[in-house]
């Protein structure tokens, strides 16, 4: 008979609250080993107490994401506080809206068309690579540049020539924003959004002048005619039986795509980029395949980079940027021997199930080996899943690895990479970063196989 999971032990006043402010991530595994594949945390005071139920097998999040989906919604405090801020993009969207959206969507992200990207992706790492070469700086915090160039990257498919405009507002406001969204989805008590919190002047100040700049950018498009072939001229362009997208769909699609566009890949080539540091062979092996293909890969190039792509994933595996992913049950369910009832927000943790004992060997050890084609049909299919699963998987998720695949072949083939021994302490706001910078010496290789 399925029982419901295990509480957590917390506080009377806020229950887990003073848990989870000294860090998500650490809770969780610590639950993992006292309690198994699910728990409940109780959150705020007596009377205004809600619940959140983690899940951490492999199964449990093959039922949440695509075998009983439609049982597991979107309506999560966590994507609540999102749509509130950056408005109801493919992330956040459901039923007729988002299927709506999806169909307009798709076609910007198919292999051809992300292989068309590709150029952008490759330009902006020649750029820095130059930049690097031109001013040598003997440490250089990988997660400002990785963020820096993959907004650039993100900034130039979304906007072409007007990407200068855009990127001071989004470098400024985005950081910020995230942060408070984050804080009031954990929070034990969320004010009203009118109230004058910091938290809330964050989000509203980030909020106006990101729509700004977006509905300024598309009212321009709109004068001249659109006609651009980056994703915004096709945003604007693109018909869906006759119907077009509203200006403020395009400006929620911009926003999402921003924020899933540029913080996830830019935390998973900051922590391939140190690991790499730390582990001499492995970057070997990842510059040997940059050399045989010479220079930036093409998109067609990227395809021959098979151990690059597998440095990608073991990253992804230890440092998901989607750390936590919330649902809310619409009735009751099972997952294994465990009843979630309705109305529960439920939150399969891809950071502890990565980490799963049953699935992973030393589940700490960076191993690239992990991700060989072999040992992936043999694993669970939801042992591994950064980018999610089901109807709802990230979109994005191939233009996500091609991009992480260019860059570091690129910067790998040109400078030789030594991180210390310590791992960059992590958060999770809305997406994983580190808490203050990833540090690694950097060095214009000595040592470079002719062109």
């Known amino acids: 008979m399925p029982t419901r999971p295990p509480i957590a032990p917390g506080s009377f006043l806020l229950g887990s ?49 695509a075998g009983n989906a439609a049982n597991y919604r979107k309506d999560s405090v966590n994507y609540a506080e999102v749509r509130a801020a950056l408005g109801d993009g493919l992330l956040t969207s459901q039923d007729d809206l988002w299927t709506r959206q ?28 130059r930049d690097w070469h031109e001013h040598p700086t003997e ?3 990988m997660h400002d540049e ?21 990127l001071p507002v989004v470098q400024k406001r985005f950081d910020p924003l995230s942060h408070a969204v984050r804080n009031r989805a954990m929070a034990a008590v969320r004010y009203p959004r009118s109230w004058p919190l910091p938290s ?27 006609g651009d072939q980056d994703m915004l001229g096709m945003l604007v362009d693109t018909r869906d039986e006759g119907a ?4 403020a769909e395009i400006r929620e699609q911009v926003l999402v795509f921003l924020l899933a566009g540029h913080e996830t890949t830019a935390t998973a080539l900051t922590y391939a980029l140190h690991h790499l540091g730390r582990h001499p062979s492995v970057q070997e092996q990842v510059r040997a395949e940059a050399d045989a293909v010479g220079g930036v890969p093409t998109a067609e190039q990227a395809g021959a980079l098979s151990y ?7 990253t992804m595996r230890l440092y998901p940027s989607a750390p936590l992913i ?16 309705g109305g529960s927000d439920v939150i399969p943790a891809p950071w502890i199930t990565h980490r799963h004992p049953d699935f992973w060997p030393s589940p700490e050890t960076f191993d690239p080996s992990r991700f060989t084609p072999e040992q992936e049909k043999a694993r669970h299919r939801y042992a591994w899943h950064p980018f999610g699963g089901g109807p709802r998987a990230c979109i994005g998720q191939h233009f996500s690895m091609l991009e992480g695949a260019i860059v570091l072949a690129g910067l790998v083939r040109e400078f030789d990479f030594d991180s210390p021994a310590d791992v960059p302490a992590y958060k999770s706001d809305i997406t994983l970063r580190p808490v203050a910078g990833a540090p690694v010496r950097v060095s214009a290789r000595r040592v470079r196989t002719a062109r």
Request: with cysteine; proline share 4%; charged share 30%.
């Open 200 to 226: 809330n002047r964050t989000i509203a100040q980030g909020r106006r002048e990101l729509f700004a700049v977006c509905d300024q950018i598309i009212a321009g498009r709109r004068a001249n005619g659109a």
């Open 102 to 129: 999806k169909r307009f969507l798709q076609p910007l992200f198919t292999q051809r068309r992300v292989a068309g990207y590709a150029t952008t992706m490759g330009a902006e790492t020649e750029a820095l690579v």
């Open 244 to 247: 077009a997208l509203s200006d």
């Open 146 to 166: 990785m963020t820096r160039l993959t907004l650039r990257i993100v900034c130039r498919v979304l906007f072409g020539e007007d990407a200068e405009h855009a």
């Open 139 to 141: 440490v250089r915090d």
């Open 17 to 65: 609250v003073p848990d989870l402010r000294r860090g998500v991530l650490p809770l969780l595994e610590r639950l993992f080993r006292e309690h198994g594949d699910a728990v409940r945390l109780r959150l705020g005071p007596p009377g205004l107490r809600r619940e959140l139920t983690f899940t951490f097998h492999p199964e449990a999040t093959h039922r949440i994401l």
């Open 308 to 314: 690059t792509m597998m440095t990608l994933k073991e």
């Open 326 to 341: 919330g649902r809310r049950s619409v009735a009751d369910d099972e997952l294994g021997d465990y009843l979630i009832t």
